[in-house]
Nanobody, 124 residues
Framework: QVQLVESGGGLVQAGGSLRLSCAASGRTFSTYAMGWFRQAPGKEREWIAAITRTGGSTYYADSAKGRFTISRDNAKNTVYLQMNSLKPGDTAVYYC?????????????????WGQGTQVTVSS
């Protein structure tokens, strides 16, 4: 199984930007579709973005569309989430996840691996 570690979270002012990274161990990174999720206290975990194995297609939840960009660099075994125009409502713990195919990501079905999460706090 692939091991995932998120980084790049922190405190940012509303309207600012932040780039999250998810580093994967092993040599099988390119065989997984990847996704980003977030969870605020007292809320359900929410899917926000997904990317296919080679990065050819990306998908976004309405809350992320137009502001967030998911990308991956298979040579570096890393997936990214570029977050722009951040709002206080974006405050949450952000998780990356790996799945066997793109259709498994958003429904959180058959997820192979989860990262431990990184905190993003957007101040007003």
């Amino acid at each position: 199984q692939v091991q995932l570690v998120e980084s790049g979270g922190g405190l940012v002012q509303a309207g600012g930007s932040l780039r999250l990274s998810c580093a994967a161990s092993g040599r099988t990174f390119s065989t997984y579709a990847m996704g980003w999720f977030r969870q605020a206290p007292g809320k359900e975990r929410e899917w926000i973005a997904a990317i296919t194995r080679t990065g050819g297609s990306t998908y976004y939840a309405d809350s992320a569309k137009g502001r967030f960009t998911i990308s991956r660099d298979n040579a570096k075994n890393t997936v990214y989430l570029q977050m722009n125009s951040l709002k206080p409502g974006d405050t949450a713990v952000y998780y990356c996840a790996a799945g066997p195919d793109i259709s498994s990501i958003a429904p959180m079905r058959l997820i192979t691996s989860w990262g431990q999460g990184t905190q993003v706090t957007v101040s007003s």
